[in-house]
């Protein structure tokens, strides 16, 4: 049976799990207690529905057997707990999708219970006050009022670059009862004119979520640090946009940040007994809105409203997308988005390690499926994620990304951080953050064309000395990569590199001149190869200029360019290139661990690491018995330099993995 025939069965089974529950009907009293048998009730028992009549949404745990399971489960519902190694997860849900869930259980040899315990945890903490200014236990993650006063402060460091502005009004702040303003940071050079293809994120539309909020926050600090030091972010801020809603739903977030398991907005129109009042926003958009996967139940957690789009907080946001991006796609289910359509648009969620794309209420494929596949196996090969469609269990609907996708065309992904639902802060900022800011940055690189870029040759490992002499001539080199893609859901196909090419200044888009590389072994044949190519600075002014690296496929489909600063005028003094790769809070030395022997002089060291990596850069001097550091650059990213002035000795070259793992490039100068 293939997987479209055995959902198609167990849709079946769903429609009658309906006609079989019991707490529809009133219980009828039982002589003794129902023996236990080897098969599992197909609905609730009576003490289960006593259950319900008091606690409407439960957290059931359910025992599953294989990664299959979870990828099913954790696609539909969001866990509140539980995890793949401990096989089991936790789902806050209500009756019928208890029972909908036991129904498919019987199907798939899983276990569904009422998990009393965290039942009423998860129903204390809804009754705990708002106003938290803190988010107790978790230092690391801002609130709505400290992310607001840090987007506000990017603006005033840096504002040629950033602009914070109103996208409209929470559901409380129509009603005049306090509330926010639901805001847009923009980055992008404004000094550089023209339309700019955009990378959109939204962030944590589901309340209690803490890291998508931040992780996003971090982001634009680490764009806005870096612009005008490293290549890549700058020539990205200078030709393209980041737009950024860092809190999608401030209203329920400031429930959340008190303590309260809230995921809808506050919307408190239709009374509920159990206090879930309120829609989930992420069912409440217009596109396939009621189509599965949603409730009509207004206490229900994944309730969709009142009808589509009804809630502020989904109109805001509706208008922002239409306003970020053209409409590119025709209105029928099998209209496909042109191959050259621009943008990129990402929301994020926790938890659940996964990398998701339309569509969420069928499995039927996108009809620019495979693109939307291959550049969402890409994002996952940073992340180290699970690439999938969205549909799991059962259809979702009236959801962001089917949106995105289904009205306006433009590549569309949900990306769920993280392994539990309030994470530590010791894991958010030693895995999660690294690994998906390094995601989001590819994500802003193929933002000019991500249907065809995604499916390219990545250009990595770029290298060219910082500084030339008027007129001399140098070597770039560089590896073209085809392989970056994270197979651990089906298998994207194998592309050779058929060639590479860089361009001085001007980069391809914008008309710039292509200049061969060559393959450093000889021939292109292979997905991953070494490239290299002379430049000469003839006709070249004195200053930094950008080299641009692009690669492409046995296909002809090139990959998104990767870049470096050189800088041409003066004289240049003899320098070394030292690779090498570093674990996260392990150390690398070079040239070794024993050093060099040093005359005396000025002494600089120039560090590259991958993005989204934090490396650190020390310089070492032996003191006859020991290493003591005489330099340190330890910013917060893996571009760092030093230059000391050194007396005559041994030294060496300490590289940190402060955060993150991965290759480096170090360049001394002597």
């Not at 315990?117 to 107790?136: N, V």
């Not at 209105?331 to 794309?357: C, E, F, K, M, N």
């Not at 039927?364 to 596949?373: F, I, R």
Request: glycine share 10%.
């Amino acid at each position: 049976m293939n997987r479209a025939t055995a959902r198609l069965g167990l849709s079946a089974l769903l429609s009658t799990s309906l006609l079989l529950s019991a707490c529809s009907q009133t219980p009828q009293p039982q002589a003794a207690p129902t023996p236990v048998t080897s098969t599992p009730s197909l609905v609730a028992t009576a003490d289960e529905c006593s259950t319900f009549q008091n606690t409407p949404v439960v957290v059931s745990r359910i025992d599953f057997k294989t990664e299959r399971d979870w990828l099913d489960i954790v696609k539909t519902f969001e866990p509140v707990g539980g995890s793949l190694k401990e096989g089991y997860v936790l789902l806050d849900v209500g009756r019928e999708d208890f029972e909908r869930l036991r129904v498919t259980g019987l199907t798939r040899g899983w276990t569904i219970r009422i998990d009393a315990a965290e039942t009423q945890k998860h129903s204390g903490s809804l009754q705990r006050p708002l106003g938290s200014l803190s988010i107790s236990g978790y230092a690391c993650y801002r609130t709505v009022e400290e992310t607001y006063a840090s987007a506000q402060n990017l603006v005033s460091q840096y504002p040629n670059l950033a602009t914070w502005s109103s996208i409209g009004p929470t559901w409380l702040k129509t009603k005049g009862r306090g509330g926010y303003d639901m805001n847009v940071l923009k980055l992008t050079n404004r000094s550089v004119t023209g339309t700019k293809p955009r990378l959109v994120i939204t962030a944590s539309i589901h309340a209690r979520e803490y890291t998508p909020a931040e992780l996003t926050t971090r982001f634009a600090e680490y764009l806005l640090s870096n612009y005008g030091k490293d290549a890549d972010v700058t020539w990205m801020l200078d030709t393209q946009e980041v737009w950024l809603v860092l809190q999608a739903n401030p209203d329920g977030r400031k429930k959340a940040e008190a303590g309260a398991s809230w995921r809808k907005n506050v919307n408190d129109t239709q009374a509920c007994s159990n206090g879930l009042y309120g829609a989930d926003l992420n069912r409440n958009f217009t596109f396939a809105w009621g189509n599965g996967g949603s409730s009509t139940d207004p206490c229900n957690e994944t309730y969709r409203g009142v009808s589509a789009g009804s809630e502020p907080e989904v109109q805001n946001l509706q208008t922002f997308l239409k306003s970020a991006f053209a409409d590119n796609r025709g209105p029928a289910r099998t209209d496909a988005a042109p191959a050259t359509t621009p943008g990129v648009y990402i929301d994020i969620h926790s938890y659940s390690q996964l990398v998701l794309w339309p569509w969420g209420d069928t499995t039927t494929v996108a009809p620019n499926g495979t693109a939307l596949q291959s550049l969402g196996r890409k994002l996952a090969y940073f992340n180290g994620y699970t690439p999938e469609q969205a549909v799991g269990l059962y259809p979702t609907s009236g959801t962001t990304d089917d949106f995105a996708y289904g009205e306006l065309g433009v590549a569309s992904y949900t990306i769920e951080l993280g392994t539990a639902f309030f994470e530590p802060c010791s894991t958010f900022t030693g895995t999660t953050l690294p690994q998906n800011q390094a995601a989001l940055l590819y994500a802003l690189r193929v933002a000019r064309a991500p249907y065809q870029l995604g499916s390219g040759p990545d250009s990595v490992s770029l290298s060219a000395p910082a500084s030339v002499a008027t007129g001399a001539s140098f070597t770039l080199s560089a590896t073209a990569d085809s392989t970056r893609f994270n197979n651990s859901n089906g298998t994207e196909p194998s592309r050779a590199v058929a060639g590479a090419e860089y361009f001085v200044d001007t980069a391809p888009w914008a008309g710039g001149t292509a200049r061969a590389m060559t393959a450093t072994d000889g021939a292109f044949s292979s997905t991953q190869e070494a490239v290299r190519a002379t430049v000469s600075t003839t006709g070249l002014s004195a200053g930094k200029h950008t080299i641009y690296v692009r690669a492409r496929n046995s296909s002809g489909t090139y990959g998104p360019v990767s870049a470096l600063f050189v800088t041409v005028g003066g004289t240049t003094s003899p320098s070394t290139t030292y690779n090498g790769t570093v674990s996260s809070g392990g150390s690398s030395y070079q040239p070794s661990t024993t050093g060099f022997s040093y005359a005396g002089g000025t002494l600089k060291g120039a560090l590259t690491g991958p993005s989204g990596t934090d490396f650190d850069l020390y310089l070492q001097k032996y003191n006859g018995s020991a290493w003591a550091n005489v330099a340190a650059s330890e910013g917060s990213t893996s571009t760092e330099n030093i230059s000391y002035a050194a007396a005559s000795g041994t030294y060496r070259w300490q590289v940190y993995g402060y955060s993150g793992s991965g290759s480096y490039t170090l360049t001394e100068t002597r």
